[in-house]
């Protein structure tokens, strides 16, 4: 038995600015439903510190929010689970564009509220004008400040009904004035940029459009209720960043044409998994944003992106290509043809819009703010003034230690909240109890302005070796934490880049194949000569001991085996440790673990070689007797030989990587031939020097 | 004081509109309530105009402003401006800006009564019904079938510094009125832009914010202008936006071109672009600046197909062009 379930209504109080008053006109027109008996609860209602809004919420039914467990116990969201349980007929979700904190069912508030909505919930929500997706570069361009918190403009257009919360600036200007709008900081904090009469007013007129426009897409929609697509739109997708502001762009027209969207990447590489590592993220980021705004992707392999884009346009009914702007100066002489060139000359029939980058002051457009580490921060620490004692500092930490997740480390803020430093959990506790904060703090913590990109922050904690970086504005105040846990997979694709560093994997500088034939024999051959050079003291040192070669001949019987055993071991620990140096098993600073444990293995290993070295030799004295009288004695310096050789050689062979890394030489390249020639040229002293002690006398 | 406030002439009053697109939906109400909330706030408020019948809900409102009553003439009621200007109060409400006065009156239109007392520093407060406005009146009265012969021209209202519409509840809401409802969204947005534009002017910004679309269409001799202007007029239609056109003057154009170019600015002059002859020995520097300082959104501009020597080696116009619009979007079509 299965019934189609009526979908929600949405309806959505659009303003331009906090303080227009959405909420109280929701609530207001919400009462007036309660009153004509409709089952009405309210889920969410953003505290504004308003007590206006907090007396009339209390006329509604709560739904009580959801803890979420992850981030410390003050960070509340909606609890769509017990408003579905509870299923009432309308909900109010104050602040749709509200992001969700970490670790909760669903990043973002929108996304929730399509759930309600899906399970037949009317939700009655407020938004801003600029809190759409699409609008973010105008906003910027026009105040400066970054939308962190959007919409998709789909969910916008998807609503049943748009009421615009409308009161002109001016009687804004009033209100804050006069502090009727929400608690002084917050308005102060965006007084500067937002509430400017010029931007108030280019607001006031983008929501009014905003507002027409739906009226006018509703109006269309019930005359053609089957959308037909006779514009297509085709957005030309690089690793830019400024395809962002492409994609907006685009699907803003769209909208407005009622075109069809289409964002293509012409992948070079046969594979999309050969394109670098870096350029393939940016992409996949572009088309995980463009999934978002409801643009559908494509890729299409060529090394000719022009008539690659301008193919697909064809086969695909596309009748506009959007193409960014063209990045980098041009050409002083002979220009010939640019890529918007290309396009143009091949694309016929199409039309070719070159979107031009929306800039304030030469700066760059927002790209994601969502990757940006205001974005990701989030304000669970612990603040402490540098005057209280590290005694207090302890106790303060522990009253938070219940709600905060990052005790780790406690942060230094004087009164005007700038951060002045840092101090760890484990520095307080090991500092004198009755020293200041001030005294035991650094004051040369790293820190991350809130515009700073993820992928810098996520390098910064890699580096530091941090668990959590401060994110401060441009006055240095401190605003929250990005914690490694936030940025986790990020800073997993930057430690995989990392291993291929140290593991020397970009010796070549290229894949073998594409490396040219004379760069990979100057980059061999040099070190071919050195170590042909050192091979040379192997002479010397037999010209040394040649004296005793001659007098014990069967000395030199093994001399292949005691040099070859030599650099066997100490090859075999070289590459052990180059693997656990490239895997970040061991850092630099690990060489005395490093050597301890190499010590112990090459006596032992030593001991093990010697020991079948002895017995080869009594066995093949006892079968043939080819080793004369004192064949025991020659078995005992071989098999000490053996132990002083491995053990060289392991030692030798494990201290090399350290040694040449601090060198800044690439350890795997030449790690392994080098040990062989210093292990051959010691090794024949240690079996000479061996030798003459045990068989002096004997022998010798 | 604010921005806008210093820009304007100083000695200018200021002029906010309240909008209505159906009549009963309390513009007046909003308008007197507005009057009285200043009152009470310590400003110097009298009523200037009233409608001729006053509804039972104003009375009360009203009784607790000061009214200057219009003069009857000819069974027409007119603004008594010199009363007004004789009694010099900071604001001044006007219920009705849309009224023809009698032959014989100071001004032929009430709205220019209002235009003299808001020079004379007077700021003045009124109420408007869209189907007032000229630029509107056609289209309105498609929608609710009343003949109106008085209005206002739309560059009036164009210099409100404040313009409110007065929403209805939504709950009526007709496929008629929402479309009224539109219209009037749309008019205030142009109304606020054009404040807007003028802000920017008069500070120097060239930059274009964007909240409106306004397209600039290039003549040049080849160009497929008929599909341009098609295409524009489609998207105007849609994005509810201005175009522009303008063409840059050549030098050295064979005849055949001459023609073409003719033949062109009639087509677009017919269709009612306004075109813009622009002077200069930079085509494309001339085309920027002129979209510039119009706040352009796109450019619109033809492109042929065959590559010359020139473009082989210095690439061509257009990509120039794209190159000189920073913050300007092009648009190419085909020819």
Redesign the interface.
Known sequence: MSHQKRRGHLKIYLGYAAGVGKTYQMLEDARELKARGVDVVLAFLEPQGRNDLTERSKEFEMVPLLRVACRGSYIEELDIAGILQRHPKVCIVDDLAHTNAPGSERQRRWQDVQVLLDAGVDVVTTMNVQDLASLSD?IW??TGLRVRETVPDWVFQEAD?V??V?V???AL?HRLERGVIYSLERAKAESAKLF???VL??L???A??Q??QA??A??MA?KQPTESHAEKILVDVTADASTAMLLR?ARRVAD???AACVAVFVCPEREFSRLPAIERQAIERHFHFAENIRIDTAIVHSKDRAGALVDYAHKNAVTQIFIG??VGP?KRW?????F??QV??Q??????????????EGGRPSLYPEDEAGGLMHPGFVAISPEITVEEAISQLRQHAGHVEMIYYAYVLDEAQRLVGVVSFRELLAADRSKKVRDVMRTDFASVSEEEDKEVVAQLLAKRRLIALPVLDHQGRMLGIVSSTDLASVVQQEASEDILKIGGMEALEGPYMEVTFGQMVRKRAGWLAILFLGEMLTATAMGYFSDEISRAVVLALFIPLIISSGGNSGSQATTLVIRAMALGEIRLRDWWRVIRRELMAGVTLGTILGMIGVTRIILWHALRGTYGEHYLVIALTIGCSLIGVVLFGTLAGSMLPFILRSCRLDPASASAPFVATLVDVTGLIIYFSVASVILRGILL | MSETEKTSDSTRGRLKVFLGYASGVGKSFRMFDEGRRRRDRGQDVVVGALQAKVPAELEQLLGSLEIIPTLNIKGIPVIDVQAILGRRPQVCLIDGLAFDNPPGSRNAHRWQDVEELLSAGITIVASVNLQYIEDQREAAEKLTGKRVTQTIPREFLNTADEIVIVDAPTEAATERRSALREMALVLSADVIDAGLQRYMHSHGIEQTWGTHERFLLCLTPRANFERMMATARRNAARFHCDVLAAYVKQPGLSDADRKLLENGLAKAREAGAQVEVLEGEDPVGAIVRYARSHGVTQIFVGHSAKKDLGTRIFGSIVSRLVRAARGIDVRVFPH
């Open positions: 105008q361009q026009m009904e009421v615009m409308d002109t600036p001016r200007l400017q009469e010029p007013v280019a006031r007129e983008l009014i459009r507002t027409a009226l006018e509703r109006a019930k762009r407005y044409v009622h702007p063209m041009p002979f220009r010939g043809l640019d918007t060139d143009l000359f694309a016929r029939d199409l039309e070719v819009t070159v979107v031009a980058e929306r800039s304030r």
